[in-house]
């Protein structure tokens, strides 16, 4: 699997990544950013996508960043890691089209669900961009949540 994995995404490096779940069909990229696994996260008008009922139905990266804005999240200047702080990564295409998100794991790397394939944690947020899921166009930010 991981020669399959670096195959789609040239720019990961053996090392710097490991499969960290199995395929999973019910969840999307979108969902496991946003730390949901039980339903699949898109704009799209469709009873078997979820997307927050006060947000638009659009695919743009306003959109996507309206969505996350319903969990807490705001503008990021950078996906640099920020104690305190979880991030996620917006990607699209080169028509301004989202297609992947990403989210920071506590030790400052990344973790990506790959459409139905495996969840994969890899070191840098732009090992999972290129000709697949394009460039990274904005990252998002929130406070992690104080335990009780």
């Known amino acids: 699997m ?3 994995i670096q195959e789609l995404f040239h720019r990961l490096r053996e090392g710097e990544f490991e499969v960290t779940s199995p395929e999973d069909p019910r969840y999307n990229c979108v969902a496991w950013a946003a730390d949901d696994v039980r339903r699949w996260w898109w704009p799209a008008e469709s009873p ?3 997307w927050p009922p006060t947000v638009r139905r659009e695919e743009s990266v306003s959109s996507f960043i309206e969505a996350f804005g319903t969990l807490g ?4 200047d950078s996906g640099d890691h920020e104690t305190g702080c979880e991030k996620v990564a917006i990607f699209m295409s080169a ?8 989210r920071q794991l506590p030790d400052g790397s ?3 669900k790959l459409g139905r394939l495996e969840d994969i944690a890899h070191v840098d ?6 000709a ?3 460039e990274v166009a904005a990252f998002l930010r929130r406070r992690k949540p104080v335990p009780d």
Do not use: I
């Open 110 to 112: 990344w973790t990506s």
């Open 73 to 76: 999240y705001e503008l990021a």
């Open 95 to 102: 028509d301004r089209v989202p297609t992947h998100m990403a």
């Open 132 to 134: 697949e899921y394009g």
């Open 125 to 130: 947020v732009n090992g999972v961009g290129g």
């Open 2 to 4: 991981q020669r399959f």
């Open 48 to 50: 078997f996508a979820f």
